[in-house]
């Protein structure tokens, strides 16, 4: 084998085993070193959780986008919703009465979550209500529900067509989904090729 084959297979190697130097990995997926918080013996002893017990300590922002609150680091999908940005800006993370980690229902972060994250707000018609408003969730923006959900992060072109003429809302029988109007509709057809 040439010298010069050996030595690309080397640099390649060499380049292969430094990319999570490279780019910053660090053990968390995104790149972000958030260190471990100091435990605190005296806050929530031998509270019992679903998934087992406890430790007693601070609680920590976690996860790819900021928008986790919990006992110790977890790792999360690195996808950005608008509405991570209200835990950063309005959140509180802390336990509750019963030891558990998690945001503290404020009014203010209770409406950033309700107005959609602020830059990409909810939709919803007047008097569409119901218990709760509607949420336009999905990676990619293209689901209206009653709640958050995760969809596959692809990209088709009708799903611009939600955003910019959708009307996320509750029907008569209080099931959340799009309202049925024709741009709407002529923005889908256009953007699917007319199927």
């Known amino acids: 084998m040439s010298s010069f084959v050996q030595r690309h297979r080397f640099a390649f190697s060499v380049l292969l085993l430094c990319v999570p130097a490279l780019t910053g990995a660090d053990g968390n997926g995104c790149g972000r070193d958030i260190p471990a918080p100091p435990i605190d013996e005296s806050l929530a002893p031998g509270v019992e959780e679903a998934a087992g017990r406890v430790l007693p300590g601070r609680c920590v922002v976690t996860g790819c986008s900021g928008q986790v609150c919990a006992s110790s680091q977890v790792f999360t999908t690195c996808e950005w919703r608008e509405e991570y940005a209200c835990y950063g800006d309005h959140g ?84 959340c989904g799009w309202r049925d109007t024709p741009e709407l509709d002529a923005c889908i057809t256009s953007a699917s090729g007319g199927i």
Not at 122 to 143: E, I, L, M
């Open 92 to 175: 509180i993370c802390e336990r509750d009465a019963s030891g558990r980690c998690g945001w503290r229902e404020t009014p203010e972060l209770q409406a950033c979550l309700d107005a959609g994250g602020g830059a990409a707000a909810v939709r919803a018609a007047p008097g569409g209500g119901g218990p709760k408003g509607c949420v336009v969730t999905g990676c990619s923006g293209q689901v209206c529900a009653s709640e958050p959900m995760a969809t596959t992060c692809e990209w088709r072109d009708e799903y611009a067509c939600y955003g910019e003429h959708g009307i996320c809302e509750r029907d008569a029988s209080g099931q």
